[in-house]
């Protein structure tokens, strides 16, 4: 697919004005609407998510599937938009609703139960109690930098609480590599009839910048030995470009071992893996583990370019791909095309993602079904970054286009 031209750009964007005027709104620089006040940010992707996404208890609702399931990801993901946009309301009822229906009320025993929704007799209930680590840490960190922005000791000790609970339930000490993070509390670690045993992983549960804060935060903990093993795990097994949803490393001794594609998933990456071109184009420029990892996931790149459009699927071994990603995909590509310095795939899947979210969110569109939940949390994360709404630290912490306003609001 050739890029667009200028004039080519002009009029598919004056085609597009009527159903995208709110998304061009979004993709302004912050600089053009900034106030020079504290109060809560408007960014209306996040009123637009808040709309169709959360109920007024603080649940976050996806819809697509029979239990009309809310997930302990969609909890933590929306806690750091809510932090992002300091909407401190909606971050105070996400938080509740997630400890008391996803943690028995006690967040200080339980990690967060996983999956909520509507069971075979009609009741409403934690669906499934394992964890899933990726929202622990994204819980963890939401907390963690909102004590810190918003002055609020009680998130700072919650924090702590889930990240020694992440610690000692759902991080396992493999031979030579050492300390990493199991996708959940149980069903991660396989019996291995030619070794002790074999780890099940999922790159896309570790994004570096929040390891790094986790680090700094909690020296004694596993994360900056967590983080390193990220980047090992990756470089590994992206011999192609690629990475996979799903990874194994298994035991070929007592203190040596390696990284396989999982016997149970394959090599296919998709819609986890998304997430870990996402999180290396989020990392600050400084990190000295974001060129490596840059150098290493280069084939998504290549394909977009080729193909238009990145791919639904991928054989990460092989380099094999199939299917069109949906917009999310796109949405999702976006900081790792700006890391890259790729402007023409950055402005192509730019457009791309302005038509197709435009119209998701029609009144027909709507009408026929809830708009596509992960598609929507993708775009946070992308546009959010883009639009300049907040960046990680070369630490980890996070700064939120408000603090800075804030700062200038108070600075004589």
């Not at 959360?54 to 969609?74: C, F, I, K, N, Y």
């Not at 459009?309 to 900081?335: D, N, T, W, Y």
């Not at 457009?351 to 939940?373: C, D, F, G, H, I």
């Amino acid at each position: 697919m050739k890029p667009f031209s200028a004039m080519q750009t002009l009029e598919r964007c004056a085609r597009w004005l009527s159903l995208s005027a709110l998304l061009m709104a979004w993709l302004l620089p912050v600089t053009a609407r900034a106030e020079s006040n504290c109060s809560q940010e408007t960014w209306p992707l996040w009123q637009t998510f808040v709309e169709h996404f959360v109920q007024p208890d603080g649940r976050v609702l996806d819809a697509s599937t029979p239990q009309r399931h809310s997930s302990s990801e969609g909890q933590s993901y929306a806690m750091f938009f809510a932090l992002v946009a300091n909407d401190r309301v909606t971050f105070d009822k996400l938080w509740r609703w997630s400890q008391d229906n996803l943690a028995g009320g006690d967040i200080k025993t339980n990690l967060p139960g996983w999956f909520w929704g509507l069971d075979e007799n009609g009741s409403w209930r934690l669906l499934d109690s394992n964890s899933a680590s990726d929202a622990d840490l994204w819980f963890a960190y939401a907390l963690l930098e909102a004590g810190r922005l918003w002055h609020v000791d009680a998130y700072t000790l919650a924090a702590r609480q889930i990240l020694h609970n992440v610690a000692t339930q759902e991080v396992a000490d493999l031979p030579w590599l050492g300390k990493m993070l199991m996708p959940g509390k149980v069903g991660f670690i396989k019996p291995n009839l030619e070794a002790p045993n074999q780890w099940q992983l999922n790159p896309s549960y570790m994004p570096v910048p929040i390891l790094r804060r986790f680090a700094e935060f909690d020296p004694k903990g596993p994360w900056a030995q967590i983080t390193k093993n990220t980047v090992t795990l990756i470089k590994a097994v992206s011999a192609k470009g690629y990475v996979a949803d799903w990874v194994s490393y298994r035991a070929t001794g007592v203190k040596s071992g390696e990284f396989i594609v999982d016997p149970v998933k394959g090599e296919l990456g998709s819609y986890d893996a998304i997430r870990t071109y996402l999180w290396v184009g989020l990392m600050p420029v400084g990190d000295r583990f974001r060129k490596p990892l840059l150098d290493s996931l280069g084939g998504m790149a290549q394909a977009t370019a080729v193909d238009g459009v990145p791919p639904e699927k991928v054989q990460a071994q092989s380099g094999v791909r199939s299917g069109v990603g949906p917009f999310g995909f796109s949405a999702a590509l976006l900081p790792y095309f700006k890391a890259l310095g790729n402007a023409s795939l950055q402005q192509q899947q730019a457009l791309r993602v302005q038509q197709l979210m435009a119209q998701s969110l029609t009144p027909e569109a709507v009408k026929a079904a809830q708009p596509p939940y992960y598609f929507f949390v993708l775009s946070l994360f992308s546009l959010g970054f883009m639009d300049n709404r907040y960046h990680f630290l070369e630490h980890g912490k996070l700064q939120p286009i408000w603090e800075m306003k804030c700062q200038r609001a108070v600075t004589p």
